[in-house]
């Protein structure tokens, strides 16, 4: 399972921390989008990810891209994946959000932290939804919720 990662956070230093995080949880491809030219990945770290068979592909967005539009734009490379909104991803108990998943076997598992949603999981299936769509977490989710697709796991801290 792929993790992508569009951080509010768009900083070299959260961005590390976030792929550290699903690192030591046996995860090893990520897809990064940034607005910030500063947090493309430095050579450094690359060759460090490299060197331990981690894969990062660091893609520049546009502020006025949303969440569908970049996705669709990846759309052929992802299967199941975890997309990440925010570096509170790792106050999170990811084990127990991956069980939600697992459970309920939902198009979208929507990860709640403080009341905010941080962190969903996706199945392929999403990509039905976009058809007609502009923005993931408006219309995409409002019709995968009214198909009863749509799982929440939350945390408060």
Known sequence: MKIVLKLKEDTQKDTKDVIEYFVSYGYDEFIVFTENKDNLISRELKLYYENNQISVLCLLRESTNTTRDLLQKINSSLDKFILVYSKNV???????????????????????????????????????????????????????GEDMELAIYEENK
């Open 90 to 144: 790792c106050n999170m108990d990811l084990d127990n959000l991956l069980y939600t998943y697992h459970i309920e076997l939902p198009i979208a598992t929507l990860g709640i932290y403080s009341g905010k949603m941080v962190v969903a999981i996706f199945d392929k299936e999403l990509f039905d939804y976009f058809d007609d769509a502009r923005s993931l977490e408006k219309d995409v989710l409002e019709r995968i």
